[in-house]
């Protein structure tokens, strides 16, 4: 038994050495696998640690928001993730390439952000109708589009049209990086018009609706063109039903025209009103019925002068006819106008009526009073004389005129003028002295005079004539002096000069004309005469 035991003993003592040598091993084993996992780990947080924590992006254009943590390699960075660039400095509405600096706990890395544009245009396409002489217009059959960049539209086809009916046409809408957006709409050429615009009260009929009417003009029931009241505002739909189609034209009856309006100016004193703003108008009036007016104008009687006045004139309907009157505003400073204040001639001692046909008129009072003062005025003398009338309007404004007063001369004053003179300058003379006397104080000019008495007495008292007055001035002086004397003119009435006996004497100023000839052979070979041809039988008498 002792045996037994110390076998067993032995056998448990091999056991035990073979249990703790297992043991040992599986702690050998075991802490191989930690250490591995140790340096897994390890590693792990090494690659962490080193890898970049950032990587370059591509977004789509039109992107909202952009952040440091779109760009992680891993959101296990997003903590400690920052931005270097100004993010929101960066347009994301254009396609670009662009550098971002970002930073992870201190260590900064440059990634590419890349914006870009793959989404083609949203394009609502629609159907259009035109008429024959429609030019093409891609953007005719867009209703609505949209895109984040410039878009094109352009027609992939377009079909050719040289009649009325439907035709299919293809349209592109391509974006500014080539992503496009197709669609097939219909063009409708149509001999029916759309839409028509009459004016209150036009006329209408099935021309107003149809391009051809002798072709298509059959095509519309009387009873849709019966719906159109051209007195009415209002639209109206004509309805046209071809091959089981039905096409309408929108007919709208508008009032665009504004009310007739005519003004009148007017003119006031400054001491005068305007009852109102209608006293302006002359008339008004609109199809359409009663026409309203408005003046937004306030008159300022304190102005001299021009100003506008605004007159409004409106329809029922609100057409508005706008337009300026203007009121001028006088003050009185002008005086009466006295009329027919012609020159008056009257005769010696006659009594002169100086009222007669004459008025003064004022330009604010009418009709006047004067008064004349014809102190100056000797009717008793020859002469020329002034007669000064004198007109005052109610504001005290005054005009003064003269008016001209010729006193005729008689025979007395003709003698009078001629003793004179012969008396001063002739007396005691013979022909040749009286003739060179009226020669050098008689001035010429082209003036004659009706009368004998008329070229004498005016050519003494303007001491001016021609060879008629300076030749009856002669002869009534060498009358006075006791010579018979005559005139002699010549036939074409081209001169004339005195004659005493047989001597001829000549008065006319002017070197071509010989103070005195003998005889008549003398006279016609001074030199006036030297380039005429004229001869004695031209010589004609005046007694």
């Known amino acids: 038994m002792s045996i037994y035991i110390a076998k067993k003993r032995s056998k448990n003592n091999i056991y035990d050495m073979n249990f703790k040598k297992g043991i040992s091993k599986k702690l050998k084993v075991s802490a191989s696998v930690v250490m591995s996992i140790v340096i897994i780990f390890l590693i792990v947080l090494i690659v962490l640690a080193v890898r970049p924590k950032f990587k370059d992006i591509t977004i789509e254009l039109g992107t909202t928001e952009l952040s440091p943590k779109d760009f992680l390699v891993s959101q296990i960075y997003k903590n400690g993730a920052s931005a270097v660039t100004d993010l929101s400095s960066i347009d994301l509405q254009k396609v670009q390439d662009t550098d971002v600096v970002l930073d992870f706990k201190g260590r900064e890395q440059t990634v590419k952000l890349s914006i870009v544009d793959t989404t083609a245009p949203t394009v609502k396409f629609k159907d259009m109708m035109a008429y024959l002489d429609y030019v093409p217009n891609p953007e005719d059959f867009i209703e609505s589009k949209e895109d984040l960049s410039e878009m094109k539209v ?67 029931p009387a009873e849709e063109l019966a719906k159109v009241n051209t007195m009415a505002l209002g639209t109206y739909d004509i309805n046209v039903t071809i ?85 001028t505003i006088r003050h009185d400073t002008t005086g009466p106008k006295i009329n027919g204040l012609s020159n008056l001639t009257v005769d010696k001692y006659s009594s002169v009526n100086y009222e007669s046909g004459v008025s003064a008129v004022d330009n604010k009072d009418g009709s006047v009073s004067f008064s ?44 009078a003028k001629l003793n004179e003179f012969y008396n001063n300058y002739c007396a005691g003379q013979g022909p040749a002295g009286i003739a060179s006397v009226v020669k050098s104080r008689i001035k010429y000019s082209a003036t004659t005079y009706a009368t004998r008495n008329a070229c004498i007495y005016n050519g003494l008292t303007k001491g001016t004539g021609n060879c008629f007055v300076h030749a009856y ?68 008498v005046i007694n």
């Open 372 to 415: 004349v003062d014809s102190s100056g005025v000797n009717t008793s003398a020859a002469g020329t004389y002034y007669a000064t009338y004198t007109a005052t309007d109610a504001a005290g404004n005054r005009t003064t005129s003269k008016r001209k007063i010729t006193v005729n001369w008689d025979q007395d004053d003709v003698d």
């Open 154 to 220: 352009e027609f992939v086809e377009i079909p050719e049209f040289t009649d009325y009916g439907k035709y299919p046409v293809t349209v592109k809408v391509s974006d500014a990086y080539g992503n496009e957006t197709v669609g097939t709409c219909e063009l409708i050429i149509t001999w029916l018009i759309q839409e028509v615009d009459l004016e209150l009260g036009s006329e209408f009929s099935v021309a107003n609706v149809v391009i051809d009417v002798d072709r298509f003009g059959s095509l519309v």
């Open 243 to 327: 091959d089981g189609e039905t096409y309408t034209s929108k007919v709208v009856v508008q009032d665009t025209t504004p009310p007739e309006l005519q003004l009148k100016n007017i003119t006031i004193w400054d001491d005068e009103t305007v009852p109102g703003f209608e006293s302006f108008i002359v008339s008004t009036s609109d199809i359409s019925g009663p026409v309203t007016t408005e003046s937004p104008t306030t008159i300022d009687y304190s102005i001299i002068g021009d100003q506008p006045i605004v007159i409004r004139a409106t329809d029922v309907n609100g057409n508005v006819n706008e337009q300026t009157a203007t009121l």
């Open 473 to 540: 001035i002669l002869q009534a002086l060498l009358r006075k002096a006791g010579y018979s004397s005559s005139i002699i003119y010549l036939r074409d009435g081209a001169h004339c000069w005195n004659k005493v006996g047989t001597s001829h004497y000549d008065s006319t100023p002017g070197s071509n004309h010989v103070l005195e000839a003998d005889s008549d052979e003398a006279k016609l070979a001074e030199p006036w005469f030297a380039s005429r041809s004229y001869t004695t039988a031209d010589f004609v």
